[in-house]
């Protein structure tokens, strides 16, 4: 199936016009602290015609029916409201936006590009994560996290994106809580958004 550039994209984004869309799926988070636990997720890249992309996520953790009678009444009143949305209670969410900086780094691929994600959480995090983006695969590391005096403790972050048979596979690693960078979350989402040609 043939790429076409979305309507009114930016050249600015051509780089990283294979992400826009609506990604869904399944995957996993779990950390030292932090029980293995499957989660669904839906993740909406959009753009306005500017020098940037759109991002938001929202990540359901999946909840059997009795994971979830066993829940504390206030935890249970949350899960609630959350499960008549989707599978079950929101475990995390976080917007930004995607850019591309016109200046190259000495040292990239004529086939790669200089990428930068900005996002924030309302967990009281916001972060820029640097890298490259090439051949359907984009590699990020962290190059600030601020947090405000009730955030986590979130020191840094790597992020791989790739576009896999179509889908939209992506790994997170942290380093956080006095741990090392270490495997945070990962998923494979679908595009929820194609539309059958004919």
């Known amino acids: 199936m043939a790429f076409v550039l979305p309507e009114g994209l ?4 051509y780089p990283l016009a294979w992400l826009v869309g609506t990604w869904t799926g399944e ?3 779990g950390y030292p602290g932090i029980e293995e636990t499957a989660f669904t997720q839906e993740v909406v890249i959009d753009h306005d015609g500017g020098p940037y992309l759109s991002y938001t996520s929202t ?10 009678a066993s829940l504390d009444d206030a935890a249970s009143v949350d899960a609630g409201a959350a499960a008549s949305d989707g ?16 200046e190259r780094p000495d040292g990239l ?12 959480d309302p967990s009281g995090h916001v972060a820029v994560y640097v890298g490259e983006v090439g051949k359907g695969r984009i590699d990020l590391v962290s190059d600030l996290i601020a947090r405000t005096a009730t955030g986590a403790e979130v020191t840094a972050g790597k992020r791989l994106y790739g576009l896999v048979q179509g889908d939209l596979m992506w790994a997170h690693d942290l380093a956080a809580f006095g741990q090392p960078m270490q495997s945070y979350a990962s998923a494979r989402l679908s595009r929820a958004d194609v539309t059958p040609e004919g």
């Open 10 to 13: 930016a050249p600015e984004v």
């Open 87 to 102: 599978p079950g209670p929101v475990w995390s969410t976080e917007s930004g936006y995607w850019r591309v900086p016109p």
């Open 27 to 29: 995957g996993v988070v």
């Open 109 to 120: 691929g004529a086939d790669q590009h200089p990428v930068e994600l900005l996002v924030s």
């Open 59 to 68: 990540i359901r953790l999946v909840v059997a029916p009795d994971d979830a």
